[in-house]
């Protein structure tokens, strides 16, 4: 999937991008050159292993074009992203940093933004992050010093101006495509564009969204974002996944935050003899008809515990020759 | 109070007024407070303040008010203090994602933005907040910010904030501020 010819060698001096791009990401040249991207995330383990990082990726490194690198997504703790996407990229798979505002301050933040980028990271993913109510440990202390598009910001800064939030300069500026997320399904749905226009004047340039399983809903929403010209200023990646059964999707409308899935697509999935085989027919369906969604530049198929059907899906969909 | 919170939503156009009309007297006693002295003024104004928009807005004294911007919906109320807009985790009909049972601020935000002149402002992108600056007034601060908007600040730390969010330094200066404190006890910060 990707070439090994900018990949990072510790010895040789941090190198500029192309001409015209804002880092090496393999991602931002498949988008930049109007492929449609299909990108994944990788369930992190819970485990000192290199082994484990490498084995969680192999069913997504070869059919996709980046591996999303949770940050204690649902504010449960894993392995760092910071750590899985150091250790991906010396493996040669591109990666996209999550960074979520949850867990760590300014300072903390833009250290490891560095770091990260010195790590071969050339994706980051800005996220506001789930609250930790939600995770394995509610007592933890909610950081949340900046938010998604203050973040997006401030790496837009580092990168562009060269400095720090405080003004100190930085000898290397780091070379980061900056992405964000949105939730086209959630309320308060008639501002979600508004919302995603925010994040593109604050800097994102490509954006990955939370499950999407409500098309009217999303169509509309890019209807609105298109209407604002968004879809030309901005990579939207549209986020789909295979439900494994009825039962699955109605715990995860109950327990995780963010997500909405119409009550048709349950009872559909209830009424299947098979309802894992459904709930990958139906993600099949949906990336097919975002495909044709004008603005929509690629998917982001979070295949949580599932990742080994990711292949399946873009096979069944038309998209392994893209 | 939550209530009057509400209430406050639902009449953000007469409280736009009330806040323009504040600010340009503000600004316009901007000498008289210099006179004064800032510091002087600093404790009595921001107990009225905090009594007055505690009140109304269940204000968290941030130091940095940012409400004319945000609807009247006073964001760090928000249980992640998101100063830009609604996180993806809003509950249906619009309910909060840590809070189930309080309307999520961003919602209330954009529902009170769409009924001001300037609602446009909440567009805006604005920077995180200085912690240095909780429980100081914001009122003062911004009349100060507004009265000397050509100040250039000494302060690396503010120049670099307020060029970063530029937008937010014309609409909300508070919010990047670069007028010197008046408070002595502020330090520059170590800088190594």
Known sequence: MTSSAENPDPTKPYSAPPEGLSSVSELEKVLRAGKFAVTSELNPPDSADPADVFEAAAPLADVTDAINATDASGANCHMSSIGICSLLTRARIETVYQISCRDRNRIAIQGDVLGAAAMGVRNILCLTGDGVGAGDQPGAKPVFDFDAISLIRTIRTMRDTGQFLSGRKITKPPHLFIGAAENPCVDPLEWRAERLAKKVEAGAQFIQTNYIFDLPRFERFMTRVRDLGLEEKVYILAGIGPLASAKAARWMRNNVPGIHIPDDVISRLEGADNQGDEGRKICVELLQKMRKIKGVSGVHIMAYRREHLVAEILREAGLTDR | ?192
């Open chain 2, 1 to 192: 109070m939550y209530r009057l919170r509400l209430w406050a939503v639902k009449h953000s156009r007469q409280f736009e007024r009330i806040y323009a009309a504040l600010e340009t007297t503000l600004v316009k006693l901007h000498p008289l407070f210099e006179r004064i002295g800032y510091n002087r003024l600093e404790r009595p104004v921001s107990v009225v303040e905090r009594t007055a928009k505690g009140l109304l807005f269940d204000c968290k004294m941030c130091g940095q008010c940012v409400l004319s911007s945000t609807g009247m919906s006073c964001p760090m109320n928000c249980p992640k203090q998101l100063r830009n807009g609604p996180c993806g985790g809003v509950r249906p009909g619009g309910y909060c994602e840590v809070k189930p049972d309080m309307r999520c601020v961003w919602v209330l935000a954009w529902d009170g933005a769409s009924r001001m002149k300037e609602g446009y402002r909440i567009g805006n992108v604005l920077p995180p907040v200085d912690r240095q600056l909780e429980g100081t007034s914001a009122w003062l601060r911004a009349s100060r910010e507004k009265a000397l908007s050509l100040q250039v600040s000494d302060d690396a730390e503010r120049t670099s904030l307020a060029r970063a969010f530029p937008t937010a330094r014309i609409t909300e200066p508070a919010a990047a501020p670069l007028a010197q404190e008046p408070d002595t006890q502020r330090k520059s910060g170590a800088r190594k």
